[in-house]
Protein backbone atom coordinates (compact mmCIF):
# COMPACT_ATOMS: atom_id res chain seq x y z
CA UNK A 1 0.00 0.00 0.00
CA UNK A 2 2.60 2.69 0.88
CA UNK A 3 4.73 1.66 -2.01
CA UNK A 4 1.44 2.17 -4.32
CA UNK A 5 1.04 5.54 -2.93
CA UNK A 6 4.61 6.85 -2.89
CA UNK A 7 4.57 5.49 -6.79
CA UNK A 8 0.83 7.65 -7.59
CA UNK A 9 2.65 10.38 -5.85
CA UNK A 10 5.65 10.44 -7.54
CA UNK A 11 3.91 10.23 -10.93
CA UNK A 12 1.58 13.59 -9.89
CA UNK A 13 4.51 15.71 -9.71
CA UNK A 14 5.83 14.63 -12.78
CA UNK A 15 2.94 15.18 -14.31
CA UNK A 16 1.79 18.86 -12.87
CA UNK A 17 5.76 20.30 -12.79
CA UNK A 18 6.14 20.03 -16.64
CA UNK A 19 9.40 19.65 -18.34
CA UNK A 20 10.88 23.13 -19.23
CA UNK A 21 13.27 23.86 -22.48
CA UNK A 22 16.47 22.96 -23.55
CA UNK A 23 19.59 24.41 -24.15
CA UNK A 24 21.64 24.80 -27.20
CA UNK A 25 24.23 22.10 -26.53
CA UNK A 26 22.86 18.89 -25.18
CA UNK A 27 24.54 17.00 -22.46
CA UNK A 28 25.32 13.72 -23.63
CA UNK A 29 27.04 12.33 -20.16
CA UNK A 30 23.39 12.02 -18.99
CA UNK A 31 22.23 9.85 -21.69
CA UNK A 32 21.31 6.29 -20.23
CA UNK A 33 24.59 3.60 -19.97
CA UNK A 34 25.78 0.19 -20.28
CA UNK A 35 27.50 -0.83 -17.58
CA UNK A 36 31.06 -2.59 -18.76
CA UNK A 37 30.64 -5.41 -15.94
CA UNK A 38 27.37 -6.71 -17.30
CA UNK A 39 25.96 -8.99 -20.44
CA UNK A 40 23.55 -6.35 -21.28
CA UNK A 41 22.46 -5.79 -24.96
CA UNK A 42 20.55 -2.87 -24.58
CA UNK A 43 19.26 -0.11 -21.77
CA UNK A 44 17.31 2.07 -21.92
CA UNK A 45 14.82 4.43 -20.61
CA UNK A 46 11.38 6.96 -21.32
CA UNK A 47 9.82 10.15 -19.24
CA UNK A 48 6.77 11.62 -20.76
CA UNK A 49 4.60 14.46 -18.32
CA UNK A 50 1.55 16.04 -19.54
CA UNK A 51 -0.44 19.14 -18.11
CA UNK A 52 -3.80 21.02 -19.08
CA UNK A 53 -4.56 24.10 -17.57
CA UNK A 54 -7.55 26.94 -18.53
CA UNK A 55 -6.28 30.29 -19.60
CA UNK A 56 -7.97 32.57 -21.68
CA UNK A 57 -7.40 29.58 -23.66
CA UNK A 58 -6.72 25.94 -22.43
CA UNK A 59 -3.09 25.45 -22.54
CA UNK A 60 -1.36 22.18 -22.60
CA UNK A 61 2.07 20.77 -22.45
CA UNK A 62 3.30 17.43 -23.75
CA UNK A 63 7.26 16.67 -23.20
CA UNK A 64 8.23 13.75 -23.87
CA UNK A 65 12.13 11.64 -23.88
CA UNK A 66 13.36 8.87 -24.76
CA UNK A 67 16.95 7.35 -24.43
CA UNK A 68 18.29 3.65 -25.94
CA UNK A 69 22.21 2.32 -25.24
CA UNK A 70 22.56 -0.82 -27.96
CA UNK A 71 26.20 -3.00 -27.43
CA UNK A 72 27.64 -3.94 -30.86
CA UNK A 73 30.05 -6.71 -29.69
CA UNK A 74 32.90 -3.77 -27.89
CA UNK A 75 30.96 -0.90 -29.31
CA UNK A 76 27.75 0.92 -27.86
CA UNK A 77 25.26 2.57 -30.13
CA UNK A 78 23.59 5.47 -27.88
CA UNK A 79 20.06 6.97 -29.22
CA UNK A 80 18.28 9.87 -27.77
CA UNK A 81 15.00 11.52 -28.90
CA UNK A 82 13.03 14.54 -26.71
CA UNK A 83 9.81 16.12 -28.16
CA UNK A 84 7.78 19.18 -26.47
CA UNK A 85 4.41 20.47 -27.40
CA UNK A 86 2.65 23.85 -25.85
CA UNK A 87 -0.60 24.64 -27.65
CA UNK A 88 -2.61 27.81 -26.30
CA UNK A 89 -5.86 27.22 -27.51
CA UNK A 90 -5.73 25.99 -31.21
CA UNK A 91 -1.85 28.31 -31.61
CA UNK A 92 1.49 25.61 -31.17
CA UNK A 93 3.38 27.66 -29.14
CA UNK A 94 6.63 25.56 -29.13
CA UNK A 95 6.90 22.52 -30.91
CA UNK A 96 10.96 21.53 -30.42
CA UNK A 97 13.10 18.83 -29.48
CA UNK A 98 16.00 16.87 -30.47
CA UNK A 99 17.60 14.05 -32.03
CA UNK A 100 20.96 12.60 -30.98
CA UNK A 101 23.15 9.19 -31.95
CA UNK A 102 26.76 8.50 -30.45
CA UNK A 103 28.92 5.98 -31.04
CA UNK A 104 31.46 4.31 -29.09
CA UNK A 105 34.15 2.46 -30.16
CA UNK A 106 35.64 -0.64 -28.63
CA UNK A 107 34.71 0.47 -24.75
CA UNK A 108 36.66 -2.08 -23.22
CA UNK A 109 40.03 -0.17 -23.56
CA UNK A 110 40.67 2.73 -21.50
CA UNK A 111 41.53 5.16 -24.13
CA UNK A 112 38.74 4.96 -27.35
CA UNK A 113 36.96 7.37 -29.86
CA UNK A 114 33.53 8.33 -29.92
CA UNK A 115 31.59 10.28 -32.37
CA UNK A 116 28.19 12.32 -31.69
CA UNK A 117 25.73 13.54 -34.25
CA UNK A 118 23.06 15.78 -32.82
CA UNK A 119 19.71 17.78 -34.95
CA UNK A 120 17.60 19.83 -32.84
CA UNK A 121 14.33 22.17 -33.71
CA UNK A 122 12.78 25.43 -32.39
CA UNK A 123 14.74 25.49 -28.88
CA UNK A 124 12.53 27.92 -26.65
CA UNK A 125 15.84 30.62 -26.63
CA UNK A 126 15.23 31.09 -30.15
CA UNK A 127 17.53 28.00 -31.68
CA UNK A 128 15.42 27.61 -34.56
CA UNK A 129 17.71 24.85 -35.95
CA UNK A 130 21.51 23.11 -35.25
CA UNK A 131 22.66 20.21 -36.84
CA UNK A 132 26.30 18.68 -35.56
CA UNK A 133 28.28 16.46 -35.93
CA UNK A 134 31.52 15.68 -33.40
CA UNK A 135 34.58 13.54 -33.05
CA UNK A 136 36.08 13.12 -29.48
CA UNK A 137 38.51 11.08 -27.44
CA UNK A 138 37.42 9.70 -24.42
CA UNK A 139 39.81 8.32 -21.54
CA UNK A 140 38.20 6.36 -18.82
CA UNK A 141 40.23 7.79 -15.57
CA UNK A 142 38.83 5.59 -12.80
CA UNK A 143 36.33 2.74 -12.69
CA UNK A 144 35.17 0.07 -10.04
CA UNK A 145 31.72 -1.54 -9.55
CA UNK A 146 30.42 1.49 -8.09
CA UNK A 147 32.57 4.67 -9.20
CA UNK A 148 33.47 5.69 -12.84
CA UNK A 149 35.08 9.21 -13.97
CA UNK A 150 36.07 9.74 -17.58
CA UNK A 151 36.83 12.51 -19.33
CA UNK A 152 36.53 13.22 -23.53
CA UNK A 153 37.88 16.02 -26.28
CA UNK A 154 37.94 16.87 -29.62
CA UNK A 155 36.58 18.72 -32.01
CA UNK A 156 32.73 19.53 -33.54
CA UNK A 157 31.32 21.04 -36.42
CA UNK A 158 27.90 22.87 -35.93
CA UNK A 159 25.57 24.79 -38.22
CA UNK A 160 23.24 27.14 -35.91
CA UNK A 161 20.08 28.88 -37.37
CA UNK A 162 18.51 31.59 -34.44
CA UNK A 163 15.88 33.68 -34.69
CA UNK A 164 14.97 36.71 -31.91
CA UNK A 165 11.98 35.20 -29.88
CA UNK A 166 13.82 34.59 -27.09
CA UNK A 167 15.32 37.86 -27.27
CA UNK A 168 13.91 40.81 -24.39
CA UNK A 169 12.09 43.59 -26.13
CA UNK A 170 14.63 45.98 -25.10
CA UNK A 171 17.27 44.28 -26.59
CA UNK A 172 15.76 43.29 -30.15
CA UNK A 173 17.70 45.56 -33.24
CA UNK A 174 15.93 46.74 -35.83
CA UNK A 175 16.58 43.97 -38.02
CA UNK A 176 15.55 40.86 -36.16
CA UNK A 177 15.85 38.80 -39.42
CA UNK A 178 16.82 35.14 -38.64
CA UNK A 179 21.09 34.90 -38.25
CA UNK A 180 22.81 31.69 -39.54
CA UNK A 181 26.65 30.76 -38.04
CA UNK A 182 28.81 27.57 -39.08
CA UNK A 183 31.63 27.06 -36.65
CA UNK A 184 33.96 24.68 -36.07
CA UNK A 185 34.11 24.13 -32.04
CA UNK A 186 36.74 22.71 -29.73
CA UNK A 187 34.79 20.45 -26.85
CA UNK A 188 36.16 19.26 -23.75
CA UNK A 189 34.25 17.48 -20.95
CA UNK A 190 34.29 15.54 -17.96
CA UNK A 191 32.40 12.97 -16.47
CA UNK A 192 30.79 11.70 -13.17
CA UNK A 193 28.57 8.68 -12.16
CA UNK A 194 28.72 7.25 -8.73
CA UNK A 195 25.77 4.46 -7.53
CA UNK A 196 25.96 5.14 -4.09
CA UNK A 197 23.56 2.09 -3.59
CA UNK A 198 20.88 -0.16 -4.91
CA UNK A 199 18.60 2.78 -4.24
CA UNK A 200 20.31 5.95 -5.20
CA UNK A 201 23.16 6.79 -7.94
CA UNK A 202 24.04 10.37 -8.81
CA UNK A 203 25.93 12.04 -12.25
CA UNK A 204 27.02 14.96 -13.34
CA UNK A 205 29.32 16.33 -16.00
CA UNK A 206 30.80 19.30 -16.87
CA UNK A 207 31.27 20.69 -20.41
CA UNK A 208 33.59 23.00 -22.26
CA UNK A 209 33.03 24.55 -25.62
CA UNK A 210 35.20 27.04 -27.82
CA UNK A 211 34.62 28.37 -31.22
CA UNK A 212 38.18 27.91 -33.01
CA UNK A 213 37.37 30.02 -36.19
CA UNK A 214 38.79 33.32 -36.64
CA UNK A 215 40.11 32.88 -33.28
CA UNK A 216 39.90 31.19 -30.20
CA UNK A 217 36.82 32.59 -28.80
CA UNK A 218 32.91 32.49 -27.88
CA UNK A 219 33.30 29.85 -25.16
CA UNK A 220 30.44 28.01 -24.10
CA UNK A 221 29.99 26.14 -20.20
CA UNK A 222 27.36 23.89 -19.13
CA UNK A 223 27.00 21.47 -16.45
CA UNK A 224 24.29 18.65 -15.36
CA UNK A 225 23.53 17.14 -11.98
CA UNK A 226 21.37 14.36 -11.76
CA UNK A 227 20.21 12.74 -8.54
CA UNK A 228 17.92 9.17 -8.95
CA UNK A 229 16.33 7.30 -6.39
CA UNK A 230 15.17 3.69 -7.97
CA UNK A 231 11.47 2.95 -7.00
CA UNK A 232 11.86 -0.88 -8.20
CA UNK A 233 13.21 -2.50 -11.07
CA UNK A 234 11.46 -0.51 -13.78
CA UNK A 235 10.47 2.69 -12.30
CA UNK A 236 12.84 5.60 -10.63
CA UNK A 237 12.40 9.18 -9.68
CA UNK A 238 14.85 11.81 -11.22
CA UNK A 239 16.16 15.29 -10.13
CA UNK A 240 18.07 16.84 -12.73
CA UNK A 241 19.77 20.68 -13.01
CA UNK A 242 21.35 22.03 -16.14
CA UNK A 243 22.89 25.03 -16.59
CA UNK A 244 24.94 26.51 -19.20
CA UNK A 245 26.86 30.25 -19.77
CA UNK A 246 27.05 31.55 -23.81
CA UNK A 247 29.45 34.11 -23.49
CA UNK A 248 28.96 35.66 -26.59
CA UNK A 249 25.39 34.35 -27.85
CA UNK A 250 24.70 34.28 -31.67
CA UNK A 251 21.58 37.06 -30.88
CA UNK A 252 21.20 39.07 -27.38
CA UNK A 253 19.48 36.22 -25.16
CA UNK A 254 20.10 36.02 -21.27
CA UNK A 255 23.81 34.42 -21.40
CA UNK A 256 23.20 31.96 -18.58
CA UNK A 257 20.21 29.43 -19.07
CA UNK A 258 18.72 26.38 -16.08
CA UNK A 259 16.71 23.96 -16.00
CA UNK A 260 15.43 22.44 -13.63
CA UNK A 261 13.42 18.76 -13.64
CA UNK A 262 11.67 16.08 -12.27
CA UNK A 263 10.57 13.29 -13.52
CA UNK A 264 9.21 10.09 -13.24
CA UNK A 265 11.24 7.10 -15.33
CA UNK A 266 10.68 4.29 -17.00
CA UNK A 267 13.76 1.73 -17.31
CA UNK A 268 14.33 -0.89 -19.05
Given at each position: MAVGFR?????????????????QFLFPEGFVLIPLDTNQHYAGSFAGS?????????????????????????????????TQIITNGNTTVISGGYLFARFRKDITRSLYPEYFAQYQWLEARGLQSKISGTANMRKRIYRDTTLSLAAGAGFLLEYEKWNYDGVPTERLPINTNPVEVINPRFNCYFSYDHFINNTITIDAAVYYYLRVLPSFSNPRLGAHTRFGYRINKNLSYNLTLRVMNDYNPVVPVNELWYSFINELVFNF
Open positions: CCFLFCVSVFIPFTGFGFSSQTQKEVVNQFSGRAEVAIRLKKNILTLANN
